[in-house]
């Protein structure tokens, strides 16, 4: 059967099971787009690039199946490098497609040509020109192979203009034929026989062992088999930014999260610990801290998809490169089938449960003629809705006291913008996720700074009739940013001050569609909140005007060891002072 390459492109994608198509038409890929009127696919009309990559990106996070955005060449393709950056950090499968200058004037500098391939070579597991039609069926299963496979990423398809309007032979490529045309492509799924014993031995003799879970258990489906795993060891849990939810928060063994913000209980344990069991993670200097003096008495042992991740930051003691799920699933085996005697643990978590006694997540009680506590607005949003929510974060403060006082209870139900940390996030991210899991809540917890960057996406939600619901902890500044002026610039505030009227975020939400509220008294927080939940028919924004002056607590100053964590001042014995 004859077809153009625009086609065998549209038709290979519905031959992944591509549900919808998040994208901006222009020149170079409009061939693509009309065979989209004839597909069973959905497409979502972004308002700008990134919004589409980031849409792609919480469709993924929430679905676990890969997230796919067209664009047009030259600036729709470059509009991309965020979002492809942004997955490539956080292990996010995506597929891209781009268009490209017709062959003939490829490398004259023509009309919207850029060399794609090139700038996003750096961000993406895999990209590709595409100088046939022939090739596309092919190129399409092995980007979907590629992104989904392995440790998982953003896989980019460039196709010039007059590729997409050749004629070719349709044909869809065997298992056997798409293997074949990879020889080198097999990741290790199954963790080494010897290093899954040696690994239950540590354990088995560890007094004082941390579950160091990263986001990698949320990519491999291993949730489960991480509780089975705790359960088994009555070890500790700290989940990292990137998994918050793969372990319940309300289960004892939880810690919550480590790092530069994490619980102090976690960052301590972690520094205590005689084993670091890490699963799924990379070692991120936002968790580490100073890695000199990180976890300096523990062994670790060490379970990734990546091998280059392994020893990369901290010597493992037992590297496993293999898919964390069955490394875990063998591992719990091993340990029932040995039957050997776990350490006494009992002096371990005494510590423990002093360290969360003495240094609770805290914030002082809201204050006559302040401003709504950013906290505070949180457990209102978390208590007043419905179980399984969806959160969202953009980044900054709002993102830290997201992760701190929501309580996650199931994986996939929280999306964020860890590795790169991308301010724009959250809107369009959830948007994507919303897409993805239309049965569920989705609230986007964003910060002013942030929701300016990427909110004309709003329009795509109203048009689309995708119903997010946002909450803007508006404070007039880049909160974060402002912090560490605070702390570190000697309150030298360069550049941070953003106005709380300016926009007017009521009157901009409504004219993108929306269902808009302003909140600026601790009475009408809960109110407010429940009206957002019963609007289920478009976008909602709510305009929370935070205290100004609240800060993110616990926090590791950049480059200090996690030993010099800073509490709460109220939590603070004289009060001393911030290390410098």
């Not at 084993?275 to 062994?299: C, E, I, N, W, Y």
């Not at 493992?316 to 091993?334: N, S, T, Y």
């Not at 989705?442 to 689309?464: H, N, P, R, Y």
């Not at 100053?557 to 030993?563: D, E, L, V």
Request: a negative charge; one cysteine or more.
């Amino acid at each position: 059967m004859q077809m153009t390459g625009a086609q065998a492109l549209i038709k290979s994608l519905e031959m992944e099971h591509t549900e919808v198509v998040f994208g901006l038409p222009g020149g170079a890929i409009l061939p693509a787009y009309d065979p989209i009127l004839d597909s069973p696919i959905r497409h979502v009309l972004v308002r700008h690039e990134q919004g589409a990559g980031h849409m792609a990106e919480g469709y993924a996070h929430v679905t676990g199946r890969p997230g796919v955005v067209m664009v047009t060449s030259g600036p729709g393709a470059t509009n991309l490098v965020t979002p492809l950056c942004d997955a490539y950090m956080d292990s996010v499968p995506m597929v891209a497609i781009t268009g490209q200058v017709s062959r003939a004037v490829l490398g004259s500098d023509s009309f919207q040509e850029a060399d794609t391939v090139g700038i996003t070579r750096s961000v993406t597991k895999h990209n590709e020109l595409l100088m046939s039609p022939e090739e596309v069926p092919l190129a399409v299963r092995q980007a979907f192979l590629l992104a989904t496979s392995g440790r998982p990423g953003p896989v980019l398809l460039d196709i010039p203009k007059d590729v997409l309007q050749s004629k070719m032979e349709w044909y869809w490529p065997t298992d056997e034929e798409v293997s074949d045309s990879m020889p080198g492509y097999k990741p290790t799924v199954k963790g080494h026989p010897r290093q899954v014993r040696e690994a239950a031995r540590l354990i088995c003799g560890s007094q004082r062992p941390v579950i160091y879970a990263g986001g990698g258990i949320l990519k491999a489906r291993a949730a489960e088999a991480l509780r089975q795993l705790a359960e088994a060891t009555n070890a500790p849990v700290v989940t990292t930014l990137m998994a918050r939810g793969a372990f319940p928060d309300s289960h004892p063994q939880c810690l919550g999260m480590p790092g530069m913000h994490g619980n102090y209980a976690a960052v301590t344990a972690m520094q205590e610990a005689d084993l670091l069991v890490a699963l799924g993670t990379r070692f991120d200097d936002r968790v580490t801290g100073q890695t000199s003096s990180f976890a300096p008495h523990a062994k670790v042992v060490h379970v990734d998809i990546d091998p280059a991740e392994l020893s990369k930051i901290r010597k493992a003691d037992v590297p496993i490169v293999g898919d964390c799920r069955l490394v875990i699933e063998e591992l719990v085996r091993v340990l029932a089938e040995t039957g050997e005697p776990q350490a006494d643990r009992s002096a371990w978590w005494s510590a423990i449960r002093e360290w969360q006694d003495r240094f609770p997540l805290h914030y002082d009680p809201q204050a006559d003629g302040e401003g709504l506590k950013p906290q505070a607005v949180i457990e209102a949003l978390r208590d007043s809705s419905p179980a399984g929510t969806i959160v969202v974060a953009g980044v900054g403060q709002h993102q830290m006291w997201a992760s701190q006082y929501w309580r996650f209870e199931e994986p996939y139900t929280w999306v964020n913008s860890g590795g790169l940390g991308t301010m724009g996030f959250a809107v369009p991210a959830a948007v994507g996720a919303k897409v993805g899991r239309p049965d569920r809540t989705v609230w986007a917890i964003d910060g002013d700074g942030c929701f300016q960057m990427t909110a004309q996406e709003l329009v795509t939600a109203s048009s689309e009739r995708i119903p997010v619901k946002v909450a803007i902890l508006n404070n007039a500044y880049l909160g974060m940013v402002r912090q560490w002026q605070e702390l570190f610039y000697e309150e030298r505030y360069s550049e941070v001050y953003l106005s709380p009227d300016l926009p007017d975020y009521v009157k901009w939400a409504e004219a993108m569609g929306c269902v808009a509220f302003k909140v600026d008294a601790p009475e009408d927080v809960k109110p407010v909140i429940d009206k957002a939940n019963s609007v289920d028919d478009r976008p909602v924004v709510i305009d929370f005007r935070t205290d100004w002056l609240e800060k993110v607590f616990p926090m590791v100053p950049a480059g200090h060891s996690n030993s010099d964590i800073i509490v709460h001042p109220s939590l603070r014995p004289g009060g001393e002072k911030v290390v410098q």
